[in-house]
């Protein structure tokens, strides 16, 4: 399972405008006009298809930029650092380490910039930087090269909040849930693409010798080939924005109401950080961002080598086919989940009903891993069996906890006062998001490192934190607001 919204990611909703703005995602929208409310039924707002394919595919191109250096950022490290084996595991996860936190720093800028310029703008502007970033980071030939070319990608986090912005003022109340299992659908392709990408150019003189043996530039510069690829990917991203996607900042003229009826309702651009925070029922939803986020990248960070350690250390002892295999399996599953029951399921029981739904699951799902360890360690033939039958299946509907990251990107849009708030809330979400990314991956790997060397609990004490985790957002889960109620009493309060 992968945090494709990390992912450890990524686009959100109205930032900060001094203008009135058209709420989109509302199930109605007040219009101020010769100080009469009009309400305009938007619900039955048919999705621009075209539009939201030509944001998923930009979203596309964030997580194959993050991840195509995955394969051999530690050989690019050893090789340009000159370092021992015992180091590079540091160094590498340094990089990507300040990467998150350059992000995170960055993302309520970006928010207000789109707030202020228009999305589109910032959207390219951003999907600019972060494929000039990206193609550069292939020709770093030192530690402090890689270190700053990353964080100079990191720097255009634009593209994460835009996106999500603009696919929230697409979409509706009806339309919303599938227009973001699109959204996440594309970060799984994303997440698969990237790698292999990354894996299949890498070295192309030494992979390829026929073609590339003798080619000077890929024997002194190895990692460039799949970055300037990448590159030149997210320049057609570029391309196809700014041609194709249309503004979704809509401005109204102002008000023309006295002074007095002005005055008694608060403009979007007056709202501060300080004040989106304590609106009721933004903590609750942010806090819940984060915590599904960080159960999401811990999960991702011990999986790979989870599968990999020897069976009597705790772990799977998977080939590299049969973790191929899985991994494949776990996407295939992630995507059935996302495009096809996330959609009626959250029609059916709402936004809420989803996310409870996964907060039950995650316990029992983390809770399999180790039980199935164990059948691979009593070592007949029955259980081994046992194992792959069960393990398989145990997958393909562990995944359905993946809706849950869709579901509280809908929470968050439900949760915005008005949509000039939806764009900062979704910024401080990602701010949130990238502080996580910054240290879980490190901290529950080696965790788990940590449980599988002292044998505490048969190797399995991180999945008995990771079950804890997880019982903590099944309680969370139950208190989060009531969308529909909260609705109801802004547009009372509008009548005003």
């Keep these: 399972m992968r945090a494709s919204g990390d992912d450890g990611m990524s686009e959100q909703t109205p930032l900060l405008v001094a203008e009135d703005i058209a709420a989109v995602n509302e199930a109605a929208t007040e219009q101020i006009q010769n100080g009469n409310v009009e309400i305009?039924?938007?619900?039955?707002?048919?999705?621009?298809?075209?539009?939201?394919?030509?944001?998923?595919?930009a979203r596309w191109v964030e997580p194959v930029a993050f991840f195509s250096i995955i394969p051999y950022i530690n050989y690019m490290a050893q090789e340009n650092g000159h370092l021992d084996d015992a180091d590079v595991g540091f160094y590498s996860g340094l990089i990507e380490s300040l990467f998150s936190l350059t992000q995170m720093c960055v993302m309520i800028i970006w928010g207000k910039a789109a707030d202020r310029l228009g999305r589109k703008p910032v959207l390219v502007f951003s999907l600019v930087?972060?494929?000039?970033?990206?193609?550069?980071?292939?020709?770093?030939?030192?530690i402090w090269q890689m270190v700053f070319f990353r964080c100079l990608a990191g720097v255009f986090a634009g593209t994460i909040v835009t996106i999500r912005t603009m696919i929230s003022e697409h979409s509706t109340?009806?339309?919303?849930?599938?227009?973001?299992?699109?959204?996440?659908?594309?970060?799984?392709?994303?997440?698969?693409?990237?790698?292999?990408?990354?894996?299949?150019?890498a070295d192309p003189a030494r992979q390829y010798p026929g073609l590339f043996g003798n080619v000077r530039f890929f024997l002194d510069y190895p990692y460039a080939l799949p970055s300037?690829?990448?590159?030149?990917?997210?320049?057609?991203?570029?391309?196809?924005?700014?041609?194709?996607?249309?503004?979704?900042?809509?401005?109204?003229?102002?008000?023309?109401?006295?002074?007095?009826?002005?005055?008694?309702?608060?403009?979007?651009?007056?709202?501060?950080?300080?004040?989106?925070?304590?609106?009721?029922?933004?903590?609750?939803v942010l806090y819940t961002y984060g915590h599904i986020m960080l159960l999401a990248y811990a999960y991702t960070a011990i999986v790979p080598v989870f599968w990999f350690t020897k069976v009597r250390l705790g772990g799977f002892e998977f080939t590299s086919l049969q973790m191929a295999v899985m991994m494949g399996l776990n996407g295939a599953s992630q995507a059935v989940w996302v495009l096809l029951v996330l959609p009626p399921l959250q029609r059916r029981v709402g936004t809420n009903g989803v996310l409870r739904a996964c907060a039950l699951a995650y316990p029992f799902f983390f809770a399999l891993s180790?039980?199935?360890?164990?059948?691979?360690?009593?070592?007949?033939?029955?259980?081994?069996?046992?194992?792959?039958?069960?393990?398989?299946?145990?997958?393909?509907?562990?995944?359905?906890?993946?809706?849950?990251?869709?579901?509280?990107?809908?929470?968050?849009?439900?949760?915005?006062?008005s949509p000039a708030t939806l764009g900062m809330l979704n910024a401080l979400a990602l701010s949130i998001v990238s502080g996580v990314r910054a240290f879980s991956p490190a901290l529950f790997a080696g965790l788990f490192a940590v449980g599988a060397r002292t044998q505490w609990l048969w190797g399995y004490a991180i999945w008995v934190l990771l079950v804890v985790l997880a019982l903590g957002f099944t309680v969370v889960s139950r208190y989060m607001p009531d969308y529909d109620e909260m609705r109801r009493e802004r547009e009372r309060a509008g009548r005003l």
């Design 370 to 417: 180790p039980l199935l360890a164990l059948l691979l360690r009593a070592g007949t033939e029955a259980s081994i069996a046992a194992f792959w039958v069960a393990a398989p299946l145990a997958l393909c509907l562990g995944c359905g906890i993946s809706m849950s990251f869709t579901a509280i990107q809908l929470a968050l849009n439900d949760v915005s006062p």
């Design 40 to 57: 305009a039924n938007v619900d039955d707002k048919p999705l621009p298809v075209w539009q939201i394919a030509a944001l998923c595919y």
């Design 129 to 142: 930087g972060v494929s000039f970033a990206t193609a550069l980071f292939g020709l770093a030939q030192t």
């Design 228 to 284: 300037l690829v990448v590159g030149v990917i997210g320049l057609s991203a570029v391309f196809v924005t700014a041609v194709w996607t249309e503004e979704t900042l809509v401005r109204h003229p102002a008000s023309t109401t006295s002074g007095a009826e002005e005055s008694a309702a608060p403009k979007p651009d007056e709202y501060s950080t300080w004040d989106l925070i304590n609106i009721p029922g933004v903590p609750i």
């Design 173 to 201: 109340s009806k339309t919303q849930a599938r227009a973001f299992s699109w959204f996440a659908f594309s970060g799984n392709l994303g997440l698969l693409f990237g790698p292999l990408i990354g894996g299949a150019l």
